[in-house]
C-alpha cells in the first residue's frame, strides 16, 4: 500500500508545452513538499505546503505552481517548459515540518 | 553555497565488513541531522537521525556519530550487506519546523558479496 505516490512516473514532452505532476499521500500527514533532483543529483526544495497552506517557496520560477486541493495532495503544474526543466521531481511529506519526510518514487521529465 | 556536504561520491565495501559514510556541514545553527537511503528508481528513504544534543545515535546496524567542534557526522553500517548498496543522503533542516531540508550530494555505496 503505497505512502506517497506520485504520477506519471515518466513524462516526456517537447519544450514550450504545460504538463502537471500529481501527488497522493494516504498517511495523514499535514506537511507535503516538492523536490528536484537535478542532473548532478542534488535534491534541492521547491515547495512546502502545510494543511494545504504555502509555507515555502524556494527561487523557483513562477512557471511552477503547486496546488494542494486537500492535505493528502500536492500537485506541481508546470507552465511554458524548458530544457533546464528536465530532472527527477520528488514528492514527500512529513507529519509536521519537523519529523523525517516519507518521499515519492519520482517523476522523471525529460524535455525533447 | 552547499551548506551540507559529502565528498565521497563512492565507497566500496567488502560484506561483512563497516562501511563509514561521511557528512560535513558549514551551518552552525543545524541541530538536528538525517540520512536517508536511495535505490535506483525509487524515492529517498529515511533511515536514521540525531539531535545534536546527542553524539551517538544507534538503531540495528545503522549508527550515526556527530562531532559538533568538527561540524561532521558519520554513518556507521556495521556488518554491511550486499542490500545495503545504495545511495545515501545526509540532511539537516534549515529551520527547525518548517521542513525546509538541505540534502548533501550523496555517496554511492556498494557492498560487494
Known amino acids: 500500500d503505497t505512502a506517497v505516490s506520485q504520477t506519471p512516473k515518466y513524462l516526456v514532452t517537447q519544450m514550450g508545452n504545460d504538463k502537471s505532476i500529481k501527488c497522493e499521500q494516504n498517511?495523514?500527514?499535514?506537511?507535503m513538499y516538492w523536490y528536484k533532483q537535478d542532473s548532478k543529483k542534488f535534491l534541492k526544495i521547491m515547495f512546502s505546503?502545510?494543511?494545504?497552506?504555502?509555507?515555502i517557496n524556494e527561487t523557483v520560477p513562477n512557471r511552477f505552481s503547486p496546488k494542494s486541493p486537500d492535505k493528502a495532495h500536492l500537485n506541481l503544474h508546470i507552465n511554458s517548459l524548458e530544457l533546464g526543466d528536465s530532472a527527477v521531481y520528488f514528492c514527500?511529506?512529513?507529519?509536521?515540518?519537523?519529523?523525517?519526510?516519507?518521499f515519492g518514487d519520482g517523476t522523471r521529465l525529460s524535455i525533447l | 553555497d552547499q551548506q551540507v556536504k559529502q565528498n565521497s561520491p563512492s565507497l566500496s565495501v567488502q560484506e561483512g565488513r563497516i562501511s563509514i559514510l561521511n557528512c560535513d556541514y558549514t551551518?552552525?545553527?543545524?541541530?538536528?541531522f538525517l540520512w536517508y537511503k536511495k535505490y535506483p528508481a525509487e524515492g529517498p528513504t529515511f533511515l536514521i537521525s540525531?539531535?545534536?544534543?546527542?553524539d551517538k545515535n544507534e538503531d540495528g546496524r545503522f549508527t550515526v556519530f556527530l562531532n559538533k567542534s568538527a561540524k561532521h557526522l558519520s554513518l556507521h553500517i556495521v556488518p554491511s550487506q550486499p542490500g545495503d548498496s545504495a545511495v545515501y543522503f545526509c540532511?539537516?533542516?534549515?529551520?527547525?519546523?518548517?521542513?525546509?531540508?538541505?540534502f548533501g550530494q550523496g555517496t554511492t555505496l556498494q557492498v560487494k558479496p
Open positions: 551551518n552552525s545553527m543545524f541541530d538536528y
Open positions: 540532511a539537516a533542516p534549515r529551520s527547525s519546523n518548517t521542513g525546509k531540508l538541505i
Open positions: 514527500a511529506s512529513s507529519r509536521t515540518g519537523d519529523q523525517p519526510q516519507h
Open positions: 498517511l495523514g500527514h499535514d506537511t
Open positions: 505546503y502545510n494543511n494545504k497552506e504555502l509555507i
Open positions: 540525531i539531535s545534536s544534543i546527542k
